[in-house]
């Protein structure tokens, strides 16, 4: 195996710490500054304390906010997880032509930026004269993360032998059967690590949400109207909980898919 150079070896290890600095570096301030003040272009070190987090779970905007987005998440997760199980047992066990399309029209939303995904569902809704609320929101969440969860449970499909199928018709199973207790068990992970991802990206959209949503706002959306306003503590603590319970759940994720 060829060694690099010391210097080589040096050079890489810098640049890899500069980008993790970039990448991480602003959350681990907005950590910081929600236990101590900063005041005067100067860190308070005397000022440690919990007031920002108390503060949080004062304000019920944000309470609101985060509430609607977990809302939108599990619904808009739940509901891709089923169609886009469906979608792909189809495609696997079908041989029409039509299945090419069929995958096109579960990727493009995924494919097409954000803010055409979300044009297209605004100018459907006004031509069919749907309100927007959290239900056009779980809508748009739901076609844009449908992809993620056809694309993990097909390949994980792809994987499993079509002899144990079929050996369960044989053995006298009907369809409902067969997928319960032989198809299910192996998709499991391929489910879980769809749903974590999904919500993942069901959390963070904005453009999508942006154009769709009604008078209740997600955390997003929240956040996007605070940047005109400026940021106040109790922003900097969320952050700080949300990136705990996000390391927490990748963890967890992490130790379930893992297991022999």
Known sequence: MMRLA???????????????????????LAIFFSFFAFRSN????????????????DNQR?????????????IAVALALVIGTLLALYHHAGRGRGRDLLQVVIYLPFL?????????????????????????VVIGHTVFVLAVVYRNVLA?????????????????????????????PQLMTALLAAGILAFALSFDETLITLLVTGT???????????????????????????LAGTTLLCLLATRYLTKP
């Open 216 to 242: 209740k706002s997600t955390l997003p959306m929240w956040l996007w109207s605070m940047m005109r306003l400026g940021f106040t503590p109790d922003v900097n603590a969320l952050v700080a909980l949300v």
């Open 156 to 184: 994980r499909l792809q994987t499993v032998s079509r002899t144990l199928v079929e050996a369960s018709l044989d053995l006298g199973a009907n369809r409902w059967q067969t997928f319960r207790y032989v198809l299910l």
């Open 112 to 136: 097409v930026p954000p803010i055409v995904t979300g044009l297209s569902l605004l100018i459907f809704f006004r031509q069919i004269d749907f309100e927007r609320s959290l239900v056009t």
């Open 42 to 57: 100067r860190v308070q070190w005397d000022s440690f304390s919990f007031t920002a987090y108390a503060r949080l779970m």
């Open 6 to 28: 010391l210097p080589i070896q040096a050079a890489l290890w810098i640049v890899a710490a500069f980008v993790l600095l970039l990448l991480y570096g602003p959350l681990f």
């Open 62 to 74: 944000i309470i609101d906010a985060l509430t609607n987005t977990f809302v939108v998440g599990v």
